[in-house]
C-alpha cells in the first residue's frame, strides 16, 4: 500500500464509518488503480458486511483487478456466507460478465445457494457452447423443476434467441413457475433482459445502442457534499460526450393548468436509434400530469417530429404546480462504454448516472414495456429519465420513453419505490 492508502486503511479500520472524510479520501485514491485496489482488497479480506463504501469502491477497479477480486471473492464464499464478497460477484456480473464465463461452475453453484440474488444473474457474455450446455441441461427429464428454474433465469440473460425460444416453448408448455397466466409471467421474465413478444415472435425491444447523457456543468446545481449522490463523482457522469449537443428542457406550452414541458430535440437522430421517416424529433411530456395520474400517457408525432397529447377527449387539469422555472439547456451524449450497458436500479445506489438513451432499461421493478395505442402492438424502449436536476418522479423513480416507430408515437410511464 502507498503511504496514503495505508493511513486510510488504518483510519478506517480504528473509526470505521465514522472516519472523517470518508467518501472524499475513498475518491481520492480512486484517481490511483493501485491505491484504490489495495484499500478494496484489504477491505474484502477483513470484513464481511454489507456496505456502501466497499461497494462504491468497486466502480473503480479495472477488469484486471476485478478479476482477482472475484477470485479472492470465490475461495472466501465456499468457506462462509459474506456480504462483501456476493457484491464483488453481483457487480462483476453487472459490469464484466466476460469474466463469469471462467469460473461458470463456482458461479453457479453459488447461485443454487438459497441466499442468492436472482435479479441479478450470471448469463450475459456466456459463450455459445456453455449456452448449449446449459439448454441441455435445461432440457433433461432427471433434473427437479427448481433447478429448471434457475437455468431458466441464466439461459434468459445469455440474451441468446435459438436457445430462448427453446427454453421459452418448453417453460409454457410445462408450466414451469406453476402460473396462473404462464404465457404472461414468462414474457415479464424475458421483458427483464430486453426481449419481448411481438406477433407470436420473441424479439428485442431495445436499441442495440446505449448513450449516456452528458450534462452540462452546474445543471445539478445542488451543492451537496461529497456523498453517494453526488452527481459528479461516479465514471458514469464523466464520460466524453461527442460534440453535438441537443436542446433540452423548457417549454413547449406554458399552460398553468397543465404544463407542456419540452423533454428534448433531436434535430439528428443518433445512429442506432431507430426513429425513420422523421428529420427532427421532439419530445415532450406533461410531466405533472403524467406524476399525478402514473400514466402511461402517449403522443402522437407530426410529420416535423413535433408531439401532441392523444388525450381520448378527456381535458386534463393538474392539481399542484410548483413555478420553479423549468429552463432550455442543452446536454450531449456518449456512446456507453461496455461496463455500464446494463446499470441495475438497485445495485446504483444513487450513485450512477441512468438518465439513458437506447440500451436497456434499468427497470426498478418489471420493465413495463408499453403498447402501443394506435397499433396495440409492444414499443421499443428508447430512453430514460432519472430523478435529479428537473425532473422528480413520483416519490423519486425513472421515467421510462418508448416509441412506435410504425405510428410515430411516443409513450410514458414511471416506475419507484
Ligand atoms: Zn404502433
Known amino acids: 500500500m502507498t503511504e496514503r492508502a495505508e493511513k486510510f486503511w488504518l483510519d478506517f479500520r480504528e473509526r470505521g464509518m465514522y472516519t472523517e472524510r470518508i467518501y472524499e479520501r475513498l475518491f481520492e485514491l480512486a484517481s490511483n488503480p493501485i491505491e484504490i485496489y489495495s484499500f478494496t482488497k484489504a477491505y474484502l479480506e477483513n470484513y464481511h458486511s454489507g456496505s456502501t463504501l466497499f461497494d462504491a469502491s468497486l466502480s473503480y477497479i479495472s477488469k484486471g483487478q476485478f478479476e482477482e477480486l472475484l477470485e479472492i471473492a470465490l475461495v472466501i464464499l465456499k468457506k462462509r456466507e459474506n456480504e462483501l464478497a456476493q457484491s464483488v460477484i453481483y457487480y462483476a456480473i453487472l459490469q464484466f460478465p466476460e469474466l463469469m464465463t471462467e469460473n461458470l461452475n463456482e458461479v453457479l453453484e453459488l447461485y443454487n445457494e438459497k441466499y442468492y440474488n436472482w435479479s441479478i444473474t450470471p448469463g450475459r457474455n456466456f459463450e455459445e457452447i456453455q449456452i448449449e450446455k446449459l439448454l441441455a441441461k435445461f432440457l433433461r427429464t432427471d433434473i427437479s423443476k427448481i433447478e429448471k428454474q434457475k437455468i431458466f433465469e441464466v439461459l434468459i440473460q445469455t440474451r441468446n434467441l435459438p436457445s430462448i ?67 459528479s463523482e461516479h465514471p458514469t457522469w ?74 381520448n377527449g378527456i381535458n386534463y387539469e393538474i392539481k399542484y404546480f410548483d413555478d420553479d422555472e423549468y429552463k432550455e439547456r442543452e446536454v450531449a451524449f456518449a456512446q456507453t462504454p461496455s461496463r455500464w450497458r446494463i446499470q441495475d436500479w438497485g445495485m446504483a445506489n444513487s450513485r450512477e448516472n441512468l438518465f439513458r438513451l437506447g440500451g436497456e432499461p434499468t427497470a426498478i421493478q ?30 423519486g423513480g425513472i421515467c421510462y420513453i418508448y416509441w412506435c416507430d410504425k405510428d410515430k408515437v411516443s409513450g410514458y410511464c414511471f416506475q419507484c419505490t
Not at 406554458?254 to 436509434?273: A, C, Q, R, S, V
Open 165 to 231: 425460444e427453446i427454453a421459452f416453448k418448453y417453460a409454457l408448455e410445462n408450466n414451469l413457475f406453476e402460473s396462473l397466466y404462464p404465457m404472461e409471467d414468462l414474457i415479464t421474465h424475458i421483458e427483464c433482459v430486453g426481449l419481448t413478444m411481438k406477433e407470436n415472435t420473441i424479439v428485442s425491444y431495445c436499441p442495440n445502442i446505449a448513450y449516456h447523457f452528458v450534462f452540462p456543468k452546474n445543471y445539478f446545481s445542488k451543492n451537496e457534499p461529497i456523498w453517494l449522490d453526488n452527481k
Open 238 to 311: 464523466k464520460f466524453k460526450a461527442s460534440t453535438k449537443s441537443f436542446k433540452f428542457g423548457g417549454y413547449l406550452e406554458k399552460d398553468l393548468k397543465n404544463p407542456f414541458y419540452h423533454i428534448i430535440t433531436f434535430d439528428i437522430i443518433p445512429e442506432g436509434i431507430k426513429v425513420t421517416n422523421l428529420k427532427m424529433l421532439t419530445l415532450g411530456l406533461h410531466i405533472n400530469l403524467l406524476n399525478e395520474q402514473f400514466g402511461p400517457f402517449f403522443y402522437t408525432h407530426d410529420a416535423y417530429g413535433k408531439p401532441s397529447l392523444i388525450n
Open 366 to 395: 418489471s420493465p413495463e414495456v408499453l403498447i402501443c395505442p394506435n397499433c396495440k402492438g409492444k414499443m421499443d424502449f428508447f430512453m430514460q429519465l432519472d430523478t435529479g436536476g428537473d425532473f422528480f418522479w413520483g416519490t
